[in-house]
């Protein structure tokens, strides 16, 4: 496993989504920015190739932990317990915009599914619900660029704080 050190203290928990290539351009995008963890639902995952074709050998470098769907409660409140700020990226009405959350330092993201996103009972478990702004006639995007939009804007904020800005 690929050391922690100079890590910003975010993980993107992927644990709902399918797609290997999904996970995959997640893998690719959390060792981008690098991120502390990102949290597949399994560990062969990534052998898969729609995996390694999206992640580039991003796997070889980032960090990455194991959290199936059935034990994603469990994992949340241990990760509200130690800590982290939780918060669900989703479409819901509820949800507070991006570009009005400033991230808690030690941030989690929960990523939905593809097409049916976040369950309820996961969303109410989540300190916040964050929307992505959307002008567009699709109701949603992609999973990997919700996830990436995320990770660029917790990196913007920690950018900022860094220099003073905020």
């Known amino acids: ?24 351009s997640l893998c690719r995008t959390a060792e981008i920015f690098r991120l502390a963890e990102l949290v597949l639902p399994s560990a062969t995952v990534i052998d898969h190739w729609d995996f390694r074709r999206l992640a580039v050998s991003a796997q070889r470098w ?6 199936s769907p059935p034990q ?9 317990r130690s800590g982290d700020s939780v918060y669900a990226l989703t479409v819901s009405s509820q949800g507070i915009a991006l570009p009005q959350v400033t991230f808690s330092k030690r941030t989690v993201a929960i990523l939905g599914r593809e097409l049916t996103g976040i369950p309820a009972e996961i969303e109410a478990l989540c300190d916040c619900a964050v929307t992505i702004p959307q002008l567009g006639q699709v109701e949603s995007l992609n999973v990997a660029t919700a996830g990436a939009i995320a990770a660029y804007e917790y990196v913007r904020q920690r950018d900022q704080a860094s220099r003073g800005d905020r």
Do not use: D
């Open 62 to 67: 980032q960090p990455f932990s194991v959290c």
């Open 1 to 24: 496993m690929p050391h922690l050190s100079n890590r910003l203290p975010f993980v993107l928990c992927a644990t709902l989504v399918q797609s290997p290539a999904n996970l995959g």
């Open 72 to 80: 994603l409660p469990g994992w949340i409140k241990r990760r509200q």
